[in-house]
Nanobody, 124 residues
């Protein structure tokens, strides 16, 4: 059973930075993909970024390119989302997700495991 635990959310001013972490456990993460999604009130869950455990391939949503960086620490089974130049529209609950095959997918239904989410609020 895969468990994903996010941390690092909080309240930050526009233009600020924050780093989210997602600690994964329950299986060997030498393959597969980890992703970050977010969901704002009244909106659908949307893709933010993803990274392959095997070859570090990454994908980003256009809305966060150049501002957010996804990375991982294989030894710690942890994935990070460094968020810079934050905007009020980045406010959402951020979810970590995992999938077993190596395709770096951007659709939520591709991911089989999800964390509980962590709230990010960006004030203007």
């Amino acid at each position: 059973q895969v468990q994903l635990v996010e941390s690092g959310g909080g309240l930050v001013q526009a233009g600020g930075s924050l780093r989210l972490s997602c600690a994964a456990s329950g299986r060997t993460f030498s393959t597969g993909v980890m992703g970050w999604f977010r969901q704002a009130p009244g909106k659908e869950r949307e893709f933010v970024a993803a990274i392959s455990w095997r070859d570090d391939a990454t994908r980003y949503a256009d809305s966060v390119k150049g501002r957010f960086t996804i990375s991982k620490d294989n030894a710690k089974n942890t994935v990070y989302l460094q968020m810079n130049s934050l905007k009020p529209e980045d406010t959402a609950v951020y979810y970590c997700a995992a999938k077993t095959n190596n395709f770096v997918a951007t659709t939520a239904f591709s991911y089989g495991w999800w964390g509980q989410g962590t709230q990010l609020t960006v004030s203007s």
